[in-house]
Nanobody
Framework: QVQLVESGGGLVQAGGSLRLSCAASGGTFSRYSVGWFRQAPGKEREFVAAIGWSDGATYYSDSVKGRFTISRDNAKTTVYLQMNSLKPEDTAVYYC?????????????????????WGKGTLVTVSS
């Protein structure tokens, strides 16, 4: 059983940056692929980015590619999401998720939404 806790959210002006953290406990973290998702008010949950456990492969949604960077520190059992050039439309609750069998770069987009473990989210608000 893996527990995930997100942190780092807050209020930032458009064009600014934030770094989110997803801290994991339980399980063998280094063998889990981890994804970031977001859900804006009144909208469905949206995939943002993911990083694999075996080769560190990454995968981004088109809406954040070039602005967001996902990384992981297995020694700290933490995955980060560096968010630059933030836009008001990035405002959402950001969630991280983990799965031991998902292969980043091979999995279908729908598979990411079925990841096994989920955190409770952290709110990011981008003002215009």
């Amino acid at each position: 059983q893996v527990q995930l806790v997100e942190s780092g959210g807050g209020l930032v002006q458009a064009g600014g940056s934030l770094r989110l953290s997803c801290a994991a406990s339980g399980g063998t973290f280094s063998r889990y692929s981890v994804g970031w998702f977001r859900q804006a008010p009144g909208k469905e949950r949206e995939f943002v980015a993911a990083i694999g456990w075996s080769d560190g492969a990454t995968y981004y949604s088109d809406s954040v590619k070039g602005r967001f960077t996902i990384s992981r520190d297995n020694a700290k059992t933490t995955v980060y999401l560096q968010m630059n050039s933030l836009k008001p439309e990035d405002t959402a609750v950001y969630y991280c998720a983990a799965d031991s069998s998902l292969r980043v770069g091979v999995a279908r987009l729908n598979d990411y939404y079925d990841m096994d473990y989920w955190g409770k989210g952290t709110l990011v608000t981008v003002s215009s």
